[in-house]
């Protein structure tokens, strides 16, 4: 966080921006496939599809962004499946929600306690952590840039292109930059 309450405002801003460019990342990724490549199941992801995968980013964010504060973030326990795995439009519609409802959000929201369940191992044992509005929409977006990396292992199988940096971590592009190899 900043060193005082302007510098905290800005830093939890500066999350949303990010987080808003991966959704804007998404929705061209998804601009440039057509329906029938958004449900194709890959050959290199088995059992996967874009739309797998791009709902499956969206349902994180959603989490993130949508539940209230007295609940628990729940990223484990969602539904699957539904029109934004299978239709563009609607995967568009939910990013564009999304964008919004991010938009709208004030520091004093981002900065809200908020409690996150998460499962830690396959029995479906869980436990509850203390994180902050912001803090749990990096998760998403941090989680985003990894499907995203799996969409761009799509969009080779299907011979589309995606634009540089897409699927790559910040920390990574930052790496490069500095031109330390």
């Not at 999304?98 to 004030?106: A, H, K, P, V």
């Amino acid at each position: 966080m900043g060193t005082d309450n302007t510098g905290a405002c800005n830093d939890l801003r500066a999350v949303c921006l990010a987080a808003d460019a991966i959704l804007a990342q998404c929705g061209d990724y998804i601009d440039q496939v057509d329906d029938a490549q958004f449900v194709q199941e890959s050959k290199v992801v088995p059992g996967g599809t874009i739309g797998k995968h791009v709902r499956h980013t969206l349902d994180h964010f959603r989490c993130a962004i949508t539940t209230d504060c007295t609940e628990p973030i729940d990223y484990d326990h969602r539904k699957r499946g539904g029109s934004v795995e299978e239709d563009r439009d609607a995967a568009k519609a939910e990013i564009a929600t999304l964008r919004s409802l991010m938009g709208e959000m004030s520091a004093e929201d981002l900065d809200k306690t908020v409690t996150t369940r998460v499962m830690l191992c396959g029995d479906g044992q869980t436990a509850e952590l203390h994180s902050t509005r912001a803090r749990e929409i990096f998760f998403a977006m941090h989680h985003a840039i990894h499907h995203n990396a799996i969409l761009k292992a799509i969009a080779l199988e299907l011979g589309l292109t995606c634009p540089e940096g897409f699927g790559t971590a910040p920390s990574t592009i930052n790496f490069e930059q500095a031109g330390v190899k």
